[in-house]
T-cell receptor, first 114, second 114 residues
Framework: SQQGEEDPQALSIQEGENATMNCSYK?????LQWYRQNSGRGLVHLIL?????REKHSGRLRVTLDTSKKSSSLLITASRAADTASYFC??????????????FGRGTQLTVWP | DGGITQSPKYLFRKEGQNVTLSCEQN?????MYWYRQDPGQGLRLIYY???????QKGDIAEGYSVSREKKESFPLTVTSAQKNPTAFYLC?????????????FGDGTRLSIL
């Protein structure tokens, strides 16, 4: 299976703390993406990291990628109650019938308490 | 504002009935996708289209059908052959079908059985 698997399944923290979510995958990839989903809404793209990148930042988000371990992590610093959502990693098919297709894990449900 | 519009937000289906979910985008994207999301699960690809008048089956296409007569529109029909249709359905689009393109999502249609 190409899909990523997030860990932990659920994470509960206080405002101001950092939140770290991990993603493992099984196949070789060119890119990996992270998405956020608020309850009952669609997904919002957060960040894309390429296989030749080790780390990428966007505001309070920091994503790392270790292709040798087939794993990625998403760090949200100084979390806020508004960060409460599900976070998904997605691997992307790079060739043939998988080209452009996203493969999602089950996500990490993050709850940030005020 | 550019985006993806899904309608209706809630839909109920009777036994033996076909229902059609609407997805419209004004982002001028070539590629469009339909996903199914079950509670506590990641997204699974139903169908995708990389260009007008072309579409491909995803991982769970049985019991579903699509059309792509216009670039802006990619309706999904849930047929009576789909025995377990209760789920959250998400439509997405990307500039084109490629492994480095983020996908933009609508806010979903929640389908339930009467």
């Amino acid at each position: 299976s190409q899909q990523g698997e997030e860990d932990p399944q659920a994470l509960s923290i206080q405002e101001g703390e950092n939140a770290t979510m991990n993603c493992s995958y099984k196949t070789s990839i060119n890119n990996l993406q992270w998405y956020r989903q608020n309850s009952g809404r669609g997904l919002v793209h957060l960040i894309l990291i390429r296989s030749n990148e080790r780390e990428k930042h966007s505001g309070r988000l920091r994503v790392t990628l270790d292709t040798s371990k087939k794993s990625s992590s998403l760090l949200i610093t100084a979390s806020r109650a508004a960060d409460t959502a599900s976070y998904f990693c997605a691997t992307i098919g790079a060739r043939g019938s998988t080209l452009g297709r996203l493969y999602f894990g089950r996500g990490t449900q993050l709850t940030v308490w005020p | 504002d550019g985006g993806i519009t899904q309608s209706p937000k809630y839909l109920f289906r009777k036994e033996g009935q076909n229902v059609t979910l609407s997805c419209e985008q004004n982002l001028n994207h070539d590629a469009m996708y339909w996903y199914r999301q079950d509670p506590g699960q990641g997204l699974r690809l139903i169908y995708y289209s990389q260009i007008v008048n072309d579409f491909q089956k995803g991982d769970i296409a049985e019991g579903y059908s699509v059309s792509r007569e216009k670039k802006e529109s990619f309706p999904l029909t849930v047929t009576s052959a789909q025995k377990n249709p209760t789920a959250f359905y998400l439509c997405a689009s990307s500039i084109f079908l490629q492994d480095n393109q983020p996908q933009h999502f609508g806010d979903g249609t929640r389908l339930s059985i009467l």
